[in-house]
């Protein structure tokens, strides 16, 4: 990727923007290493980073952001206008939206995963409650002309869309607490509430792992954290 960006544009990597901490967005931050200006990331991707980095002992693979925003971040590159937002723990506690003003691209990270069961990673402060919150907070402040850039997606073609898209996912998280809330509220075990194998009502997402997302709703419904 480097050798590729290097013959499009032949100036240095002003900046390296993480939009959370997850391997399969940082851990290739290492080859920038002398190459990018400054690594920029909300300050709870930087600290679960480090958290991860110090439990696998892979400090020494690690390149941390040296600039790092809580609410939001600004900085103009080149022709380019480029702002950062954080509403609140979703995935995790530290996810940053990145809008591309000027191009109106907003990258969403894993905040999006378009059609497919998301990770909700708990021992990094998720909250789907709030992750619901997030979804609106993005709905209410891109424009509907805006280009959304997802983390993931079933249909690996899918990693862009819409508003609709935003939507969809709302609605199966949506579904998922008030799924999980009735189980509980049925008296069912955690054992027999990850036994699911579809949430009712919800007819598009796909892939492995619902589990985690049965998981956390329960977590998160039976301790209120
Ligand atoms: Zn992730």
Redesign the pocket.
Known sequence: MIDALKKTDDKPFPLLINT?H?G??TSGNIAFKGLAGHVVAHENSLKNQKAVAEKAKTEDKQLYPDITFTDSWKQKVGGESIRAYYFGPG??DGDGLIHFENANVLHMG?LMSNRRYP?V?KSAGASVKNWIVALDKTLSTFDNKTIFVF?HAFDPEKITGGKEDIKAFKDYLEKLLVFVGGEVKAGKSKEEVLKATAIPGVTEWQGDGIIRSLQAAYDEITTGK
Request: net charge negative; hydrophobic share 0%; glycine share 10%.
């Open positions: 959370h997850h399969d967005h995935h995790t894993d990770n990673d983390g």
